[in-house]
């Protein structure tokens, strides 16, 4: 006797990253309490611009409705509202990708849905992720108990591993804008990618939550590569993309095609999702639907040119310093190479305590991170321009 | 080789319950259509009021918070905001509950953590359900691989039945007040289960979503009940208390001393939570944090008495008529015993053909429900009078 609990969840690593660089600040702040306010924070990876306008507006008109009988909202589609599913819909089209309204399903953000996909699936099968890492990918699959396998990214490759045939995996993540490294892939490359989990009948977990961030002719979504509806589930948020981080909204993509065993997955999908999700807030969706407007899609393009302009400021200061990164062109995220050889604890050690910058160590995204560095455009322009002439400072070139 | 997809699912039986009740009405429609507008449904399962003018206020003010920089908010903590934590601390004291604000986790709705919370035992487990059940409980059982003992309600023990201590199980689902009964168990009613729990080291489900309509000494929360903490999770929500069934928020307890294995559900659930759930929209629980002002506690609970109105006019109707029920005193819900033997689908034809009123047969509810009959108080005070009226004629006395 005695409850059966899930002992995997004992296998999971409690990570040390963000807890070792908040506990290093900390005591670099006692030490330093005369510079504290010079400290700049180039590691956060989440948005500082506000909501645009737009979306603020939708939100209130959509707490008055609320506050009406008349035009009051009580439980509603679990798998989402039509008015922002369409929507969603209209954006694929974009990029000439056709969905069917009933294949996208409204989240409250694209970490629920990447953790509850495994719902799924059985526990005890094999999880494909680059490395280095988002560590969820990793942590969700470990609480359930399944096998990891690592394709390795590196300067070789341009932080964008290729699939080798003679591994065999049931599920393969790939997260393109990639976090950490910023790396995109291109066509070619996700259809080796699509090419190599159709041969073994394997799942692909498309992270797009960063498809914003894409310019020019880079695929924004995996649906862009034919056969990917037959192998692919998509994963995307407002987050990044609308300034949502606190708000809370997201869609997953789970085509029609996509059937195993006999088991078509959209409809698991909607099974568990009817099951154990109630939908997201009608005054969050309202707020989604806003950003597709005339109005909202010019202000949070604002937005991201406002990252954007971030990036390219880390990216020009690391050009002039002859120093190799991925990212930055597509992504908020630079991935550098850290200076002279050091590692990426020490060179953390050496920003922080020679020019008050705060990054994050590559390391701490997985063992092929080690000896490279993450810098995010999410800061001002002030500071992140003031935070790359003391990187020039301290590297003395 | 292929993809191990979770062949659980396929062992969800379709509820046809209100897929049906759909089907009947709209036929009903067809062939009635001079007599459509006299139809009234009192088998929503949904409030119906608008959210609180002091909840409105609140969404309204957050929204504006969110536009500005200096107020913006982005990602919060997955377990919820401690303002919003420490209210529901404060209220449970009125119930001389001492909780922990560790032990309180912010839920998009207690649907959500309900299902969620298998995550932290193995598939395969044996879970004890009431009959009749919400089907949630038995579906997200289903899908885990987990084998369901029903417990018996029936008139015999006014539909609130004792645990049997030869029928073993690791989880228990309570929930109390009851849907679809409306029955509410006593401190001793709670107690006999707290002690079965813990004789066989299982762990109570407790659903607490219609607690606010508790009347008197009756337990709002388990956690009244000495023992409890030791070995029961509650689920609550604002869907009920405060009109949140479309703005969804709800919160979870997971008390310190439950330990099993050697492993602390709380922390585990917090693992989990951190890993798969980026929390409650900023906005969602600020409103939700208004329910517990002053102004915000009186407006809620005129919506409550409003419901309780209905009840008593419903439950006045059935007096009259001698038809045994229960619910109605603590709940939003009235579980009629059919009259005349009638089993439930008949009296559903009979209610709808004759004084177009719709229920719900309790027989969608399980096997137990058979003969009996939900209606619910989420209708207006006038068309519950007037369904009321209809009612006694139908029934002739």
Redesign the interface.
Known sequence: ???????H??E?KESYLFAEISKRIREWQEKNQDKAAQLIRMGIG????????E??KA??AA??E????ES?????PEQGYDFLREEIQSYYKKFSVQLEKEEIFIS??A??D???IL?????G?TALVTDPVYP?YV??NI?QGNKILYARAGEENGFLPMPDSSV?A?LIYLCSPNNPTGAVYDRAGLAAWVDYARA????ILFDAAYECFVEGDLPHSIYEIPGAKECAIEFCSFSKKA?F????CGYTVVPDKLV??G?S?RK?WL??QT??????????QKAAAAVFTEQGEKEILENIQYYKENAKTIMATLDSLGIYYTGGKNSPYVWMKCPDGMDSWSFFDKLLNEVYVVGTPGAGFGEAGEGFFRLTAFSTHEKTKEAMERLKTLLGR
Chains 1, 2 share one sequence.
């Open positions: 006797m005695g409850m059966k609990v899930n002992h969840y004992q999971v989440d948005v500082t611009r506000p909501l645009p306008k979306v603020v939100l209130k707490s008055d609320m506050g009406v009988a009051f909202h009580g439980y509603g409250d953000g970490k629920s990447l953790g509850n719902d799924l699936f059985d526990r099968i969820v942590d969700t609480m065999k049931d073994q009948d394997a799942v300034g981080t606190g708000t809370r195993f065993s088991q997955l698991m099974r568990r099951t154990k999700f109630n939908g997201v807030s009608y005054i969050v």
